[in-house]
T-cell receptor, first 114, second 117 residues
Framework: AQSVTQPDIHITVSEGASLELRCNYSYGATPYLFWYVQSPGQGLQLLLKYFSGDTLVQGIKGFEAEFKRSQSSFNLRKPSVHWSDAAEYFCAVGARSNDYKLSFGAGTTVTVRA | GAGVSQSPSNKVTEKGKDVELRCDPISGHTALYWYRQSLGQGLEFLIYFQGNSAPDKSGLPSDRFSAERTGGSVSTLTIQRTQQEDSAVYLC???????????????FGAGTRLSVL
């Protein structure tokens, strides 16, 4: 069975500083990979996705993520954080053979300090 | 509609009562999903609909939980005889499920926060 690990429960970062959120997955083959963001009281919004091809993917709001097959990782990055980036971030994987069913990590809460 | 709509946004109920949660997916989306998000937890898959049928109900935690979808559109998640451990945010998502890898991109509603007293 596939599983997703987000090692960091909570990260605090200063506005303007860089941000990196870690995601590791366990799966027998390369899955589909996603990052979602959830602001308080909101549903999940898709930030970016990886299906195939270039392992560095660009998303909305200035986020990017890099797929590293050798490390089974899909870390999310942003060069300069804005106060509005404070939210909870979820990494998710979907099996290519059974791709309707996403497995989500437990999430990383990001706090942005002025 | 423009996005996935869920109602009510908040529901407070007494232990032992039945509740119904509604999801209105994005128009034209074939697939619909229900997830549960408990405090401090990630999303837990509950059930998946393709059209009106549910090929995968494996995530429903007990027989008190059921869901249906009618007309390939609106879905209702019903929890009978609610228990305190049912308190959570219930999220609904939909996806096009037609053509290409983008078919399984899931678009989420804002959720229903259920509190069982």
């Amino acid at each position: 069975a596939q599983s997703v690990t987000q090692p960091d429960i909570h990260i605090t970062v200063s506005e303007g500083a860089s941000l990196e959120l870690r995601c590791n997955y366990s799966y027998g083959a390369t899955p589909y990979l996603f990052w979602y963001v959830q602001s308080p009281g909101q549903g999940l919004q898709l930030l970016l996705k990886y299906f195939s091809g270039d392992t560095l993917v660009q998303g909305i709001k200035g986020f990017e993520a890099e797929f590293k097959r050798s490390q089974s990782s899909f870390n999310l990055r942003k060069p300069s954080v804005h106060w509005s980036d404070a939210a909870e971030y979820f990494c998710a994987v979907g099996a290519r053979s059974n791709d309707y069913k996403l497995s989500f990590g437990a999430g990383t809460t990001v706090t942005v300090r002025a | 509609g423009a996005g996935v709509s869920q109602s009510p946004s908040n529901k407070v109920t007494e232990k032992g009562k039945d509740v119904e949660l509604r999801c209105d997916p994005i128009s034209g989306h074939t697939a619909l999903y229900w997830y549960r998000q408990s405090l401090g937890q990630g999303l837990e898959f509950l059930i998946y609909f393709q059209g009106n049928s549910a090929p995968d109900k494996s995530g429903l935690p007990s027989d008190r939980f059921s869901a249906e979808r009618t007309g390939g559109s609106v879905s209702t998640l019903t929890i009978q005889r609610t228990q305190q451990e049912d308190s959570a945010v219930y999220l609904c998502a939909s996806s096009p499920l037609a053509g290409g890898p983008g078919k399984n991109i899931q678009y989420f509603g804002a959720g229903t926060r259920l509190s069982v007293l």
